[in-house]
Nanobody
Framework: QVQLVESGGGLVLAGGSLRLSCAAS????????MGWYRQAPGKQREVVAF???????TYADSVRGRFTISRDNAKKMVWLQMNSLEPGDTAVYYC?????????WGRGTQVTVSS
């Protein structure tokens, strides 16, 4: 059973930065690709970035160059550094295995970007 706990969201002005954290439990964390997803009101959940067990990263076009995903396998942590935030980044952000997520999701963390 994997548990995922996201934190670090908040309200920020456009152009600002936030760093999201994800604490994971479970023995397979070190073996799987992890991703950050987001879901804006009225929209489907989408993956914005993912990182392989070995550290290779992939980003959605909408965030490439602004967001950076990282992980520490020993600490079972994943982070998302978000810079140059835009109102369109407003969403609830979740971490999970990627590209196919675990069935269980954390509560997510709300990111609100005001213009």
């Amino acid at each position: 059973q994997v548990q995922l706990v996201e934190s670090g969201g908040g309200l920020v002005l456009a152009g600002g930065s936030l760093r999201l954290s994800c604490a994971a439990s479970g023995s397979i964390f070190q073996l799987v690709t992890m991703g950050w997803y987001r879901q804006a009101p009225g929209k489907q959940r989408e993956v914005v970035a993912f990182i392989s067990a070995g550290g290779s990263t992939t980003y959605a076009d909408s965030v490439r160059g602004r967001f950076t995903i990282s992980r520490d396998n020993a600490k079972k942590m994943v982070w998302l550094q978000m810079n140059s935030l835009e109102p369109g980044d407003t969403a609830v952000y979740y971490c999970n295995k990627a590209p196919q997520a675990f069935a269980s999701w954390g509560r997510g963390t709300q990111v609100t970007v005001s213009s």
